[in-house]
């Protein structure tokens, strides 16, 4: 049955990459609807029958020696679950993009690149080697920087895909990296058999976390996920809810059982999560431009499956992913409208009274932020508040539990202030075009999106209970923790409103996290103009007018008058000087050959 359900949902995979060379934009998005059904009945299936995981279609492409290079197909619960949700979540943006990029000239070429996306991340988690896996990673990494670029006229759309092209650059090393390291090591790439090795190396699995921290933001070469924001907004909601931002996480999903295996590594994973996570949501709290608070929200809570997986529970990383897809995409979605309908005004502090001219989505980004902060019993509740409470319960890294807690409260902190500022209160915009919410394309994948922000958890705790006998029960105090900290962050956002809104002083107290801590300022202008000044003495001043200038046009003429004194006054017209000379050399000619 399992094997069935493998074929079913790999030839639906086939038959979306034929729809894409359609001229139809609707066909594509019907192509994805009907896969993402037929791979949510295919879950239901795989939940029924006993078994876990199958490897399909194992097929020789390569043979070098006695190194052999297949293709094979892995069918698990991370395979399944992420096929139906990922073409769920896809198919709403790609409806929704029918209404956003309506009227853009080349809207059919833009479809077929999110579909062209969502292949490529398919490919990547039923990926069963390492090359698969490279094949999917970098195609969506070519496919965020056409998306982010797709209006190439603004200078700031191309610095920011060349940003995201870059800072993903540096993670690639390290996947590559790992790759080299299984073919020097006569490894086979298969997932399968790295998992049997015995001695993992250190190199292995920070090539593992290196790609990671590029792929999915983490701290250090997290700049790009911000400055994506240049992109439509569809791009946004798509590559911050399922596609590439999540395939770092889904990577350390994938080796976790060797990373469970390395105390140094697993610290350094939870670590990383946990400083990602609180500097992302500090950031959040000060930003201004609506799309970019959803953005350091994506940040944040990416740090947050890091951590689940760096803590020892990468299934609850796995499921935060899907469960954060619907409403993160929904959030984007919700914000694109608004700014769609106020002139691509994104300051939220020129917003508000929305929900008068648009209810429906008022009510939906109202959905989306009670998700993201963990309400009891929405869908980010049964994947976010699992986590907590495993991170309470580890003995990994005491003191980043606390930072962990703190941003879980700035979680509600900006998430109460996007509200605030857009949807109650009266406008503050001089104009304001309402949305047009009789219109399906905008309203129908936000309501869908709002069902699953709702319903997804309870679903999944419904049909997962049965089959894998799920514990839900801790001790109170555990058990509320999270709750609690949030309604502190909530009391919280009423300070910070304040504090941002006062005439003197407010760059003492936002100037850091408004600026992003100053890494793009230190990263992108100070370093390059210490080395643009460094190469610059290094190159003028010390090689041009220092070393070659001595030893080459100035050394010649110095030389050569010093090499001409001395020639000339060794014509002294003495014999015993000439004799005495070709003595010596006859001396140093005959004790060479009697050594040689």
Known sequence: MLQMCGSVSMLSLILLAGVLFSRRKELVAE???????????????????????????????????????????????????????????????????????SSDPKVNLFCKYLGLFLIAMLILVSAETLFQLLVGWEGVGVMSYLLISWWYARNDANTAALQAIFYNRVGDMGLIGMLLWCFLHNQEWTFTSIYIMDDVSLIFLLGAVLAAMGKSAQLGLHPWLPAAMEGPTPVSSLLHSSTMVVAGVFLLIRVSPLILGNGFVQTGVFVLGGLTTLFSALCALTQNDMKKVVAYSTASQLGLMVTAVGVGVPQLA?????????????????????????????????????YKANPITSACLFVGSAALIGTPFLAGFFSKDPIIEAINLNNVNSWAVGLLLLATSFTAVYSFRLFYYSIPGHTRMMSLQPLNEAYKFLINPLQRLAYGSILGGVVFVAVMTPKYNLVLSLPNSLKLMAVMVTLVGAVMAWDIMKLLHKENNVDLYISFTSQVGYYPY???????????????????????????????????????GLLSNYVTQAQTSLIKMYLAGMLFVVFIVMMMMIYY
């Open 31 to 101: 192509a994805i609807k009907y896969g993402a059904y037929v791979n949510g009945f295919l879950l239901g299936v795989f939940l029924i029958s006993d078994e876990t995981e199958l490897v399909l279609m194992k097929w020789e492409w390569l043979n070098l020696g006695s190194y052999s290079l297949t293709l094979s197909y892995r069918y698990d619960m991370y395979t399944c679950f992420f096929f139906a949700v990922g073409m769920f979540v896809t198919w709403n943006i790609l409806v929704f993009s029918l209404y956003y990029m």
């Open 318 to 354: 796995f499921l935060h992913i899907c469960m954060h897809a619907f409403f993160k995409a929904m959030l984007f979605m919700c914000s694109g409208g608004f700014i769609h309908g106020l002139q691509n005004e994104q300051d939220v502090r020129k917003m508000g009274g929305l």
């Open 522 to 560: 230190i990263m992108h202008k100070i370093l390059p103009l210490m080395w643009l000044y460094s190469g610059e003495k290094l190159q003028m001043q010390v090689l041009d007018r220092g070393w070659t200038e001595f030893s080459l046009p100035q050394g010649v003429g110095v030389n050569s």
